[in-house]
Structures are given as structure tokens and as C-alpha cells.
């Protein structure tokens, strides 16, 4: 059983909803979600927030966070899951942030960075991964996803935040 499996098994058996919000895994995590059976009795809603502009204008992140810290960070992955939170009315809030490559990393800011945050009972937990930067930008976006989902699914199950 993978891991959408498992956290929809879990979020129906504890009556639990979910929404997304995903920047570059352009709503594969959502996809993997609704690819489970029944699971619009537990998802809320999806957003693809891959702009500046869409994580402000849905999500509420602030511009100072953006521009000072920017998309992929932890400040913005946590802002992210807190807007969902509210916007929605979940009892998850799980958002992506990173960069998926080929381009677009830097020094600082290499290609394979991503956040995963994640809001449950008013706390957010924030994981930064760092994957290879040569891994093709389809398998990175995969692994994206599924790591994003093991998070959710281990943080509920565990209930340790």
C-alpha cells in the first residue's frame, strides 16, 4: 500500500479532512490523492500555487516574506500552510515549495530544495529536503510528492508534531 493509500485510509477512519497547496510538484500530490478511491470524502481542496502571485493572492503569503526570504523557504512553507489552513478550514493544510530543476537553483538555493509544511492541530511542521540536483525534474516532482504524503502520513500516525 503507498502512501496516499495509507493517509486516506487513516483520514477516513479518523473522519480527518485534508486540502493541498503545491508549488513544484504542480499538484501531484493532489493527483496521487484523488487517484485513491473515495477520497473526496476527506479532501477539501487543492490549490496549484506555482507563482509569487498565487501564493500571495490565495494563500495570504505576505510580499515581505517573498521578496526577503523568497518561494522556496522555509518562512514562505510555513505561510503557505497556514493560509491553507485558514482559507479552508482542514484539518491538514500539507504544501509544497522548491525547485525541481534542471535551472533555477543557486549557491544557496540548489536544484532538489524543497519544503514541505504541514499544519496539523495548529501546529506546522516544516521538513526541508535536499535531493541530488542531477535527478531528472519528473522523477524529482515524484519524489517530491511522495515524500510530502509519507510526511502527512507519518506525523498523523505517530500524532508526534
Keep these: 500500500m503507498n502512501y496516499e493509500e495509507k493517509l486516506g485510509k487513516y483520514l477516513i477512519e479518523n473522519n480527518l479532512t485534508i486540502a493541498t497547496a503545491e508549488s513544484c510538484t504542480g499538484g501531484l500530490v493532489s493527483s496521487k490523492l484523488t487517484d ?4 473526496s470524502a476527506y479532501i477539501k481542496l487543492n490549490f496549484v500555487t506555482y507563482a509569487n ?3 500571495h493572492d490565495i494563500l495570504g503569503v505576505d ?7 523568497g518561494a522556496v523557504s522555509e518562512q514562505c512553507a510555513e505561510a503557505m500552510a497556514e493560509g491553507l489552513s485558514k482559507i479552508t478550514d482542514c484539518d ?5 515549495t ?4 534542471p535551472t533555477g537553483g543557486t549557491k544557496d538555493k540548489p ?3 524543497m519544503y514541505i509544511s504541514l499544519k496539523y492541530k495548529n501546529i506546522v511542521t516544516i521538513k526541508e529536503i535536499q535531493l541530488p540536483s542531477d535527478t531528472p525534474r519528473v522523477e524529482m516532482k515524484e519524489k517530491f510528492a511522495n515524500l510530502a504524503l509519507k510526511l502527512a502520513y507519518d506525523v498523523l500516525t505517530q500524532d508526534r508534531i
Excluded: F, H, R
Excluded at 491538514?92 to 509544497?96: G, M
Excluded at 522548491?98 to 530543476?101: L, Y
Design 36 to 39: 485513491v478511491s473515495g477520497s
Design 53 to 55: 502571485e498565487a501564493k
Design 63 to 69: 510580499w515581505d516574506i517573498l521578496n526577503d526570504y
Design 92 to 96: 491538514i493544510a500539507l504544501c509544497t
Design 98 to 101: 522548491g525547485i525541481a530543476g
Design 111 to 113: 536544484v532538489g530544495l
